[in-house]
């Protein structure tokens, strides 16, 4: 069983290395046949190899639009089966982490929560594994605060690495009432990068497909690269009207790191893209959007 999970692994990080080799050479065409159309200077960089460039490009054609890629062995199950979503925590986790985890079973429909206990997380995504679980979420605190969230997509990656902050819980806000668990009409907006794409299809793949008499909507809007994370259900309330109540919890995302393997391979696992947060144009730059 190790072996075989060890050359799936294998073979999934050849077939991301060729894409990402494919798809650099690519982009590296597409700026030289600009250059070339406009009329401009080559850039710099592209010019020892412009000849051989130019004659590749002629063998290139407007297709390969839905040629599989890393992304969609990734996901291949998306829409066809609902996600299996695993919720567990920090180990010792204060009364306030316990109450987040279990609010945030009530926003993933058909998740299921786990005590952490000391299971160690090599033992836990190899349970989740072995009971096809599509996605372990673990929560951390600080001091009783929930300050990080872990999206890791099994079998194979990737993991993304929130910071959460503005956490307000269902909890904390009297006689709410109770959650719906319908399947949820989701939102997303702000996510028009790269990244920002591969980001929202992390969060969107958590959620299974809704029904369309569905009251229930979960947004995560993004700006200036928090992503704001809203609970609401709706009702009519006549033919042109419709009411709109938050029903919790909300809190905001704060990507900081992509690791293309699973939760346990933190140490081998390539990093996809990190947050550098100490460069002098941190506080200007933004990842996720393009305006």
């Known amino acids: 069983m190790l072996r075989r999970e060890a050359r799936l692994r294998r073979e999934y990080l ?5 894409e990402e080799a494919q798809r650099s050479a690519q982009e590296r065409k597409e700026r030289l046949r600009r250059a070339l159309e406009e009329n401009r200077l080559i850039p710099t960089e592209l010019r020892r190899e412009a000849l051989a460039l130019q004659g590749s490009l002629e063998f290139d054609d407007a297709g390969g639009e839905g040629v599989t890629s890393h992304v969609d062995d990734e996901y291949r ?5 609902d996600p299996k979503v695993m919720i567990t925590t920090s180990r010792d986790p204060s009364s306030r982490l ?4 279990k609010e945030l079973k009530l926003v993933f429909p058909g998740a299921q929560r786990m005590n952490r206990g000391r299971h160690e997380v090599g033992a836990l995504v190899r349970a989740c594994k072995a009971n096809g679980v599509t996605d372990l979420l673990v929560v951390h605190e600080h001091r009783g605060t929930p ?19 503005n956490v307000v819980m269902r909890h904390d806000i009297p ?8 399947k949820p009409h989701l939102i997303t907006h702000g996510f028009s990068s790269r990244l920002g794409k591969r980001v929202s299809d992390i969060l969107r793949y958590l959620f299974p497909v809704p029904k369309d ?9 993004n700006q200036d690269d928090y992503i704001s994370f809203r609970h609401h259900v709706y009702k009519k309330t006549d033919h042109r009207n419709v009411e709109l109540t938050e029903v919790g ?19 081998t696992a390539d990093v996809e893209w990190r ?3 100490y460069t002098n144009t941190a506080r200007k730059r933004v990842f996720l959007s393009t305006e």
């Open 14 to 18: 050849y077939r991301k290395a060729r």
């Open 147 to 165: 300050v990080g969230l872990i999206v890791s997509h099994l079998p194979f990656g990737p993991t993304a690495y929130f910071t959460l902050c």
């Open 77 to 81: 199950w998306a829409g066809v089966e």
């Open 275 to 277: 947050w550098h947060p």
């Open 213 to 221: 008499d569905s009251h229930r909507v979960i947004t995560f809007a």
């Open 249 to 267: 919890p909300r809190f905001e995302l704060k990507l900081y790191m992509i690791r293309l393997g699973t939760l346990e391979q933190e140490a």
């Open 98 to 101: 316990k109450m987040f985890a």
């Open 175 to 182: 006689d709410l009432g109770t959650m719906s668990e319908a």
